[in-house]
């Protein structure tokens, strides 16, 4: 294990941002296309409308070892893609006996989580909202609000991302817009 020196970022609780980022990662619409539940309206507004930023991750790096408490910011953008709000892609960890924690920077978010055994759970967030992300659960998050929805995540180094079961199989929860409120509801293409 590395001997490291103590470090500090300072964070931006409006816009995400770290006085000392290692890395920065933007999604856009066709990096996820394929994730939105309305398929036809990502193809419509990417060939009408052109891209679009959906989020923006921030983080300091370390190495992947037992005991390294890596952490970054992500920013939410506003807005939705044929009613679904903007989202992340979503993970599992790959070591799934990881766990995490969220901090509410700014905005209003929610966390959608799921096992692979099928239990579901919805966490309301906005700043100051601490949420735990236990081992075993696939993590999304979501803005349902009208500004940028910002948080602040830390988990063990090596947890790693597990996309591809929720490329596959989706997430088994849509957050959808419906008279301006978020619904959470059952995705019927789920698996
Ligand atoms: C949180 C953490 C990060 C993750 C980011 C974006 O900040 O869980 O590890 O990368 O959200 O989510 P995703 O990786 O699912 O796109
Ligand atoms: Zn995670």
């Known amino acids: 294990m590395d001997l490291l020196q103590p470090s500090k970022t300072e964070v931006d609780f409006t816009t995400g941002r770290l006085s000392r980022a290692d890395y920065t990662i933007q999604r856009k619409l066709s990096d996820m296309a394929a994730m939105y539940a309305d398929r036809d309206e990502a193809a419509r507004i990417l060939a009408d409308e052109g891209d679009r930023l959906i989020y923006e991750v921030q983080g300091v790096e370390l190495p992947e ?4 408490i890596p952490h970054c910011t992500t920013r ?14 979503g993970h599992y960890h790959a070591r799934r006996e990881q766990g995490e924690v ?10 959608l989580l799921q ?5 579901t759970s919805e966490i309301e967030m906005v700043a100051g909202s601490a949420a735990y992300v236990p081992p075993f659960w696939a993590h999304r998050t979501v803005n349902i609000g009208a500004e ?14 597990d996309y591809g079961t929720i490329e596959r199989d989706g997430f088994r929860k849509l957050a959808l817009r ?3 409120e978020a619904a959470v509801v059952d995705n019927p293409r789920y698996g």
Do not use: C
């Open 65 to 68: 070892q037992e005991g390294q």
């Open 76 to 89: 939410i953008l506003p807005g939705d893609v044929g009613g679904e709000f903007h989202m992340t892609k």
């Open 102 to 111: 969220y901090f509410g920077l700014s905005g209003r978010g929610l966390l």
């Open 115 to 119: 096992t692979e055994a099928g239990a």
């Open 148 to 161: 940028d929805f910002v948080f602040f995540s830390v988990w063990e180094a090596r947890a790693g991302h």
């Open 178 to 180: 419906r008279d301006g």
